[in-house]
């Protein structure tokens, strides 16, 4: 999680938000891979004294719990979430890591998954199936000159 792993500016923009939304739209109950504790990998979110970003000893707002009320989401609720006591840390942030909330996940929607795989497998042997044709009518045109 440290730069996301990448050192271009832009592609550790977008993993930074592809992984926020990963948290958002699938599991949106999980915060970190384990643990909330492995923002701390990150150098925006980490608790050390060597940088003043203002998302220090916080978590992204994917991990917090909304109120249902709310019409807008708040972004800045993960803020110094983790200078409290751990103990009030489920109080406002989700505790459980999201790697647990996949194991969790997966097995009631094998057949969700199984028939997304498949569908992605069968468009790209069409692809395949696709490309073939062309390259066979293209090779048939050059013949023909």
Not at 30 to 56: I, M
């Amino acid at each position: 999680m440290y730069y996301y792993r990448y050192e271009n500016t832009e592609v550790s923009c977008c993993y930074k938000y592809l992984m926020f939304s990963y948290n958002i739209v699938f599991w949106n109950q999980c915060c970190g891979a384990q643990y909330p504790d492995d923002w701390d990998l990150n150098v925006y979110f980490s608790c050390n004294g060597t940088h003043r970003s203002r998302e220090k000893c916080g978590v992204p707002f994917s991990c917090c719990i909304n109120d249902p009320a709310d019409l807008v989401v708040n972004t800045q609720c993960g803020y110094d979430v983790r200078n409290k006591p751990k103990r009030e840390w489920s109080k406002h942030i989700f505790t459980k890591g999201c790697i647990t909330a996949l194991e969790d996940w997966l097995p009631g929607n094998l057949y969700t998954v199984a028939v997304v795989f498949i569908v992605i497998s069968l468009l790209q042997m069409v692809g395949i199936y696709l490309a073939r044709t062309l390259i066979s009518d293209i090779e048939k045109a050059k013949f023909s000159y």
